[in-house]
């Protein structure tokens, strides 16, 4: 089950609010513009939802890249391929993995390679890494004497296509952190990735909020648009008791990048929504393997599925008087159960073209 918030850029920058587009486990794909059909997709039966999930990967695709604060990315990797296939994105950006370096050297998410990666040594939880397709040729920047535990936490990696070079910057800045050391460790390594034939685009968890204008967003917005640098994320990124944020962003340069797609997930894996962005000017060439998954709906995941909803408090949802934030609680929680009782199994396909079905 996939709930997408859409936001159409034109040519021109102008932002295009869209419906929510719902994409059932069944592959079938709603325009809904209330919360009320949302809610009547979510609650078609699982009996009706048996159908095979599959995909046809084309060689020839415009670049997808999906960031998140995941809030601790550990045992997480299953459901966010879950919640991502069949499209995969080619390149994920995590904030607050929360892991040190041995554990996040051995994470493994099915299609991609850790690409680059900042952990904590001193405090807890934090860090920051990116995972690249695995058929993607990249190169690591080592960013390690820019970062600083809370103030930022950095990492980054380039790649190439069709002649372009796109380096991509994922950077973590903790709420209690000095933002003033932020922006001075943020302009060292934009002066160092900067160059006239590399497009930079940055992910990150900045906590500065874009829905409300304040002086810090005039410091950063100053800094960034002296490398042409923009903000993408017009919607909130975390909703919480009583508040909607956009502190989660996505900045790239408008004029080179001006015909992209932008939308918020969510994937109930972290009360920050991610953000998923296309960009259509940018074409790749992968290799057609992405392994395929189907789910599968049996009589015990049908029973799970129906105790864990009936077990449910549901207190976040009935406690709040904002019907945004009631839909979000409830939303996060319904997939989170959801995935649980279906998770996805992996199909291998063998040399004498027998399928065989593995947990993913």
């Known amino acids: 089950m996939k709930i997408f918030l859409v936001n159409k850029v034109n040519k021109d920058n102008t932002v295009i609010s869209g419906p929510s587009l719902v994409e059932t486990a069944a592959g079938r794909k709603l325009h809904v513009t209330t919360r009320t059909a949302v809610l009547q997709v979510l609650s078609e039966s699982p009996n009706k939802q048996r159908k095979i999930m599959s995909t046809t990967n084309t060689s020839d695709e415009a670049l997808r890249i999906l960031r998140q604060n995941i809030q601790g990315l550990r045992g997480k990797s299953d459901e966010m391929i879950d919640s991502l296939y069949p499209t995969l994105p080619h390149v994920l950006c995590f904030t607050e993995h929360h892991l040190n370096q041995r554990e996040i050297n051995l994470t493994q998410i099915d299609s991609y390679t850790l690409g680059t990666s900042f952990c904590r040594n001193s405090l807890k939880m934090g860090g920051v890494c990116i995972f690249v397709n695995k058929n993607l040729n990249y190169m690591n920047i080592d960013l390690q004497k820019f970062s600083q535990e809370r103030d930022i936490e950095a990492g980054a990696f380039k790649i190439s296509v069709n002649s372009v070079n796109i380096c991509i910057l994922t950077i973590y800045r903790a709420p209690s952190s000095n933002f003033t050391h932020f ?22 968890d900045i906590n500065v909020n874009y829905l409300v204008e304040s002086n810090k967003i005039s410091l950063l917005d100053s800094l960034l648009a002296s490398y042409n640098l923009t903000s993408t994320v017009h919607f909130p990124t975390r909703i919480q008791n009583n508040s909607a944020t956009a502190i989660d962003n996505i900045f790239i340069n408008t004029f080179n990048f001006g015909d992209y797609v932008i939308l918020s997930t969510v994937n109930g894996l972290s009360d920050h929504g991610a953000q998923l962005i296309t960009l259509n000017k940018i074409h790749l060439k992968t290799l057609d393997d992405t392994p395929h998954f189907i789910r599968k709906f049996n009589k015990q995941g049908i029973f799970d599925f129906r105790i864990m909803l009936s077990l449910e408090t ?21 997939l989170r159960i959801f995935h649980s009782s279906f998770p996805l199994k992996k199909l291998i396909t063998m040399t004498n073209g027998n399928v065989w079905i593995t947990m993913a």
Request: proline share 0%; charged share 15%; aromatic share 14%.
């Open 314 to 334: 549901w207190d976040n949802v009935f406690e709040n008087d904002d019907i945004n934030l009631m839909y979000n609680f409830f939303l996060n929680t319904y």
């Open 183 to 204: 922006l001075d460790k943020l302009e060292l390594i934009l002066n160092l990735l900067h160059s006239n034939n590399v497009q930079l685009i940055i992910c990150g």
